[in-house]
């Protein structure tokens, strides 16, 4: 009897095993298959003249120069509003806030938010900011309308990592003397790095990835924009996600499409990896 349970417990624990190193290799033949299509696309459509100059219609030329820098700025901008916000919300929520119910229903209401189609994100920016607060379609509108979009998420990435934080660690430290604010910014926030970047990491990649809500509040303008024109009511410029729905879609520009996704794939691999070096160099710190 125990020879025929071992033996079928083996054999379910063989097709489980062979299920899920099936589910891990197909996930990770697709996303080869999917970066290496978009790289050999894009790759040979890729020049010094399309990435360092704007588009002109005139010459018949094409140039995303305008649209790094918009990218850009947008990131910095909704990460600026987004990261102060999130993290201290997320704070008060774990360490401070007293009543459990309260909590519970702004978890339920972040984590709704946090599932809710950008698209209606893009309208409620375009009522709120773009009209109401006569910021016109501009990157500062945009920006704000992504901070709204990506905070449930950095409030919830955050929150969960202070969990993990042991109770001794807070004791400890309250035992040693240190007033509360002082224990949480000197021994909870260190340890959870970790938690925070990776909600930045998720941030920027809804960001760089964003252009439904985008098409009604940042515009699609193609200027070159300096850092407080950008910040300027009425600065209307248009990311690389835009740009590629523009190429794609209204021109019919498949190369100059497959390139400007090439280099979104590059951008964010990049961005993904000066968080990472900053975490770590944070927890050195």
């Known amino acids: 009897m125990t020879d025929t349970i071992s033996k079928t417990r083996k054999i379910r624990d063989f097709i489980l095993n062979l299920l899920m190193f099936l589910s891990t290799g197909f996930i990770c033949c697709l996303l080869i298959g999917l970066i290496g299509y978009i790289m050999y696309r894009g790759i040979p ?40 916000l999130g993290v201290g919300a997320a704070v008060y929520l774990n360490e401070y806030a007293k009543n459990k119910k309260i909590v519970r229903l702004i978890e339920l209401a972040t984590e709704t938010l946090a599932g809710i189609p950008s698209i209606l994100y893009g309208l409620v920016g375009m009522l709120l900011f773009v009209q109401f607060f006569s910021l016109g379609t501009s990157l500062l509108a945009g920006s704000l309308t992504l901070a709204i979009m990506t905070l449930p998420t950095m409030i919830r990435t955050t929150q969960e990592s202070l969990k993990t934080v042991p109770r001794a660690y807070r004791e400890g430290a309250l035992g040693l003397g240190a007033g509360k ?8 926030l260190p340890s959870v790095i970790d938690g925070i970047v990776t909600g930045c990491i998720l941030s920027v990649g809804r960001v760089v990835g964003e252009s439904a809500a985008l098409l009604f509040t940042a515009g699609m303008a193609n200027e070159l924009l300096s850092v407080p024109e ?15 729905y523009m190429y794609a879609k209204e021109r019919g520009q498949f190369d100059i499409a497959f390139a400007v996704a090439a280099i979104l794939l590059v951008l964010t691999f990049f961005i993904n990896m000066l968080a990472k070096a900053a975490a770590a160099k944070l927890k050195r710190g």
């Open 230 to 244: 950008a910040l300027q009511p009425g600065s209307s410029g248009s990311t690389l996600t835009v740009a590629l």
């Open 181 to 188: 604010w002082y224990m949480i910014r000197t021994v909870v």
């Open 45 to 84: 459509h890729v020049s010094w003249t399309l990435v360092s100059t704007k588009p002109s219609l005139l010459r018949g030329t094409a140039g995303i120069l305008p649209n790094i820098l918009n990218t850009l700025y947008m990131i910095v901008i909704t990460l600026i509003i987004v990261l102060p």
